[in-house]
């Protein structure tokens, strides 16, 4: 399975806020790749609502897998949600997510604007 496939996969088992459908690969588009995450536009497919952008932390592969877009680097592996080993460790050790938590995520993402993407890190040349 190439490296694309499996963030398509994961996105499979969730569900549109809207309609309850799961995403398929067709409503997940590349909008940048970086060299330790990938920027993913969320479409629903079923009732054609954007579910936003999510930011997905890869690593590298042992091999060379397709490219999930034309004039992109080889695809990088998808460990679950987490991004290595070592990550979901680091991320077990660490208390739930509480809801004021979620709610200050919420605003945060909701007063980013237009120009969100300032805040990613710079692509290294």
Same mark, same amino acid.
């Not at 979620?102 to 290294?124: C, E, Q, T, Y």
């Given at each position: 399975?190439?490296?694309?496939?499996?963030? !398509?996969?994961?996105?499979?088992?969730?569900?549109?806020?809207?309609?309850?459908?799961?995403?398929? &690969?067709?409503?997940?588009?590349?909008?940048?790749?970086?060299?330790?995450?990938?920027?993913?536009?969320?479409?629903?497919?079923a009732c054609h609502q954007p579910s936003g952008v999510a930011v997905?932390?890869?690593?590298?592969?042992?091999?060379?897998? &397709?490219?999930?877009?034309?004039?992109?680097?080889?695809?990088?592996? @998808?460990?679950? @949600?987490?991004?290595?080993?070592?990550?979901?460790?680091?991320? !077990?050790?660490?208390?739930?997510?509480?809801?004021?938590?979620v709610l200050d995520a919420a605003s945060f993402?909701?007063?980013?604007?237009?120009?969100?993407?300032?805040?990613? &890190?710079?692509?290294?040349?």
């Amino acid at each position: 399975m190439n490296n694309f496939a499996a963030v !398509a996969e994961h996105f499979r088992k969730l569900r549109c806020a809207f309609c309850q459908q799961s995403f398929t &690969p067709e409503g997940l588009k590349l909008l940048r790749e970086e060299k330790d995450y990938w920027v993913v536009r969320v479409t629903c497919q079923a009732c054609h609502q954007p579910s936003g952008v999510a930011v997905v932390g890869v690593d590298f592969d042992n091999g060379p897998a &397709p490219a999930p877009a034309k004039d992109k680097p080889a695809a990088r592996r @998808i460990d679950g @949600i987490f991004a290595s080993v070592s990550e979901e460790k680091r991320f !077990a050790e660490l208390a739930p997510i509480n809801k004021d938590e979620v709610l200050d995520a919420a605003s945060f993402i909701r007063n980013l604007g237009s120009d969100w993407m300032r805040h990613l &890190p710079r692509k290294k040349k």
